[in-house]
């Protein structure tokens, strides 16, 4: 496998939940591009007349996009919160099926340059969009102690947030954190037990990602628009990786496969909201053999659902 190389996770899975062969000449989405490991696969199924939008954030991943050389494929450089903006500007009609597989690749993570990972050292940036935003860095200099607690608590669920985000403040009284080594030693310092098998820093490089890549705002802002984007029986299919995404999609999807308004308002049955979605089968995750092959599987949900309404 080549250093820029990304291995798909629950590929089969995944794009058999789009359900290409009952529309091979539709219109997909593949939210999340990376390096292409399920649009390559979207594209095998697909007819000569479909066509597939495919997105990210990173300018290296579309970069990558752009080397596809087929004419059903439309590389975009954009967030996925805005698809619908994204899906009109290209007159894509209505999508047969969107596919989202959330979080970083392995070439943002592998690269020290990107400043992702705590194993090698490099600039502490974070942005999967390397052309806008705040680095991880930045936003470190200027937040306040409590802010940071809060980004370490609530997206790394890191139970020493308190002392990392004091030891931080220290740190940076004597000059910026600008890269990964630094921050891990920070970390390491700060937190007084170690979880077997993981680096002390996993959680916080985890959180401070989330955070600068505005993640859980970017999925909430998108699923209601992918919903929206879809013809009647289009599917939605979502890979996540951690318990915060995990819990967006289930509550997303039950909510609009089962419409429900707040208790005690006088509202009967038949005046609720249609639902708009099926849930399909139930979650699926990576075998025994996957995560052998590919570790960061282990922590892998897909959910599906078609659209009903
Ligand atoms: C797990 S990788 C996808 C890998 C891809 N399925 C493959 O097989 O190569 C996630 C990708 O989604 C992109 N991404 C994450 N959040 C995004 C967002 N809000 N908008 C657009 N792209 C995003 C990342 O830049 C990354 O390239």
Redesign the pocket.
Known sequence: MTADA????L?HQAVDALAIDARPDGTFV??????????RLILERLGPAGRLIA????PD?VASARTLDDMRVSPVH?????LQSTLAALRAGEADGV?F?????S??LDDPRRGFGFRSDGPLDMR??TSRGASAAEWLQRAQEAEIREVISNYGEERFAKQIAKAIVAARRSGPLRRTGELAAVVAAAVRTREPGQNPATRTFQALRIHV???LE??SL?LPQAVAALRRSGRLAV?S?HSLEDRIVKTFMRGQARPSLPERLPVRARDLPPPRLRIVGSPQRPGPEEIAANPRARSAVLRVAEKVA
Do not use: K, W, Y
Not at 30 to 39: E, K, L, Q
Not at 78 to 82: D, I, W, Y
């Open positions: 990304h291995v798909p996770v590929l593949d939210a999340t591009f990376g390096r292409g490991g399920h649009s997105i990210d954030r990173d991943a954009a967030r996925f919160s805005e596919l597989d959330l979080g970083v690749s070439p943002q999967m969009d890549n505005q993640e970017e999925l998108a890979i990786f």
